[in-house]
């Protein structure tokens, strides 16, 4: 993920400072509300005189930023930093900001009465890295709260907590960019000590960050590795000449920013490893496609490691149901000897004349076939005492075969939810777009009405998601029907007995988890054994057998489906079935061919 940098905060300044995608100013403006979204952002919605901006304050350790946004949907929140911005905020006017210094990645919003007059709350926002922070002081200097604390165990230099008196970070002590710098000089300092070139912008000069140097030096047309003893003159002088871009630039405000292979550049420059993604560079605005970026990188890192904390749960939790499920099996095995115990018994109550003090076995006649069977015997009891032994163990392997089918059968039933649950969470393979983040809220919300996770105060809101965010894939038949697809149990669930009807046909891998598949029907219309075709290959794709040459799979109408009672989410049982062989790489070239799966909600819904 590309940071903010210098540049990028002299550019949100200077477009703050000149006037929002209006068109009008944005300062001043009088702060009407402001909601926490996260651990580490804050949006504070302003109204101006012709309009309501909202500003985003974020000290995330990696996405550190300020820009305008979108306003985020009302919910509950208990940060208590938002409710000390409220209390000291709200009802005053935004009225200056700027860097606390020109060098420094600190902005001071100043908030005051009304314009001109001294200001009365400070809000400063530390962009550096996982430094980071946003600290509210007042008029004479202290601080009143901040993102998050500093103790004087963690920091002696710089101890950040309410009621101390704030301090600005420790000032860089690398010179200082200026364009008047000749370029003799210039050289001189980077050339100082030999190393890689991008790595000596870096060291030599405050304001840089490393994918600016690496962006100007490949703009010149220089490997960033490449040491800077090795350059050569007409080198030198490309670089120069790009550094002295860049300074313009930030004298200048004339920003170009778009979005790159590599994250996004507001120089407009076109090196070769950040070549410009689609459109015209200096179009896009620089509030949203700073929004877009760093939110879609955000939820691609949070989309990756909550499917793997999900993926490591599930499979924890299906490792110990299979070795329950074998414990219980190797107790049934046990006791299907419960006829022999009893034979055993039987023969020594029949022959307890053949018994003698001191045996630990005896070979007796069965009653049926004649032959000899040896019998174990305990030498300190009689043969009466062993033979009551014998009953017993029959009577016991006889209550444990009764009392072990039914959790055997639980424990599988509850394997196969699971295994059902775990298709549809690999089913996700990477981030496309921010309804995946709902899918697995939903996946997570499931597994803890099921009992199988603990109950987080955020799963709450993620429990009510799948009534409001019903997304199901749709894919097109040759015949031109629709095609739903399930993403995860609730979503199968809804499918199956909300929105099918009886003219549909519902398709499922045999025996195997996976989605639930329904071809769309008109009233009257027949599908061809083409469109059965491929709607049974999406059901073979959208199911555990998705590696597979082919994969059976049933379909019957919805009619014939039926959820037991008592069963989790998802589970079903069918009847009057027909078997296709379904062929995963079919469905893959019709996820192909239509391109992303559309996730339409069906009409009616």
């Known amino acids: 993920m590309q940071p903010v940098d210098l540049t990028t905060l002299r550019a949100v300044l200077a477009e703050l400072k000149g006037a929002e995608a209006g068109g009008d100013p944005l ?4 702060v009407e509300w402001i909601q926490q979204t996260d651990l580490w952002t804050v949006v504070i919605g302003l109204r101006t005189l012709r309009a309501r901006p909202c500003l985003l304050l974020s000290w995330h350790p990696q996405a550190a930023r300020v820009h305008l946004c979108q306003a985020p949907p009302k919910e509950p929140e208990d940060f208590s930093f938002s409710q000390h911005l409220q209390r000291h905020l709200r009802g005053l006017a935004l009225t200056e900001l700027a860097l606390l210094d020109e060098w420094e990645r600190v902005i001071d919003f100043r908030f005051g009465p009304r314009p001109g007059d001294p200001p009365q709350r400070h809000l400063y926002l530390e962009v550096m890295g996982k430094y980071s922070n946003a600290i509210l002081v007042d008029e004479a200097g202290l601080i009143l709260a901040c993102g998050h604390g500093v103790s004087e165990r963690q920091s002696r230099v710089r101890p950040v907590q309410p009621g101390l008196a704030y301090e600005a970070p420790p000032a860089l002590t690398d010179p200082i960019p200026q364009r008047a710098e000749p370029f003799s000089q210039w050289q001189e300092r980077l050339a100082l000590v030999p ?10 000069y405050r304001g840089l960050s490393r994918h600016l140097a690496e962006a100007m030096c490949l703009q010149a047309g220089i490997p960033p590795q490449t040491p800077s003893n090795q350059l050569s003159p007409q080198e030198w002088q490309a670089l120069f000449f790009w550094w002295q871009d860049w300074l313009a630039r930030l004298e200048t405000g004339r920003f170009e920013p778009a979005l790159t292979s590599q994250g996004y550049t507001l120089l407009g420059w076109r090196g070769s490893s950040a070549e410009v993604v689609g459109g015209d560079p200096s179009q896009p605005n620089l509030h949203q496609l700073l929004e877009a970026y760093y939110q879609a990188q955000l939820n691609r890192e949070r989309f990756e490691r909550e499917r793997q904390r999900l993926g490591q749960k599930l499979a924890a939790l299906l490792k110990k149901l299979r070795q329950r499920r074998d414990h219980f099996e190797k107790m049934l095995a046990d006791s299907a000897q419960a006829e022999a115990s009893k034979q055993a018994a039987d023969l020594l109550m029949a022959h307890l004349h053949l018994w003698r003090p001191g045996l630990s076995s005896l070979e007796l006649p069965d009653f049926f076939s004649g032959q000899m069977v040896k019998i174990p015997l305990d030498p300190e009891k009689n043969a009466v005492l062993n033979a009551q032994a014998y009953y017993r163990k029959h009577r016991k392997q006889k209550r444990a075969q009764e009392a072990v089918q039914p959790l ?77 697809v399930g993403r995860n149990n609730w979503q199968n669930e809804r499918l199956t007995f909300r929105f099918a009807q009886d003219q549909d046909w519902w398709f499922h891998a045999q025996e195997i988890p996976g989605s639930h598949v329904l071809l769309r029907l008109p009233p009257g219309a027949v599908a061809e054994s083409e469109d059965l075709q491929a709607a049974a290959d999406l059901a073979a794709y959208f199911s555990r057998g998705r590696l597979s040459d082919q994969v059976p799979v049933v ?48 009409a009616g819904l």
């Open 27 to 30: 300062l001043p403006a009088r």
């Open 195 to 204: 190393g890689p070139i991008a790595q000596r912008l870096l060291r030599c």
């Open 408 to 484: 055997l059968a639980a424990t599988e039933q509850e394997i196969r939810y699971l295994e059902q649950v775990e298709a549809a969470l690999q089913q996700l393979e990477a981030y496309r777009d921010p309804q995946d983040l709902v899918i697995l809220a939903e996946i997570e919300a499931e597994l803890i009405q099921q009992g199988y996770l603990e109950s987080p105060s955020k799963a709450e809101g993620a429990r009510r998601s799948p009534a409001a965010s019903f997304n199901p894939y749709c894919f097109t038949s040759p015949s031109g029907f629709p095609i739903w």
């Open 555 to 602: 379909y019957t109408r919805p009619k014939c489906v039926f959820k037991p009672k008592g069963s989790p989410p998802g589970m079903v049982v069918y009847k009057q079935e027909r078997v296709l062989w379904g062929r995963p790489s079919r469905a893959q070239l019709l996820l192909e061919k239509d391109g992303a799966p559309k996730s339409d909600v069906p």
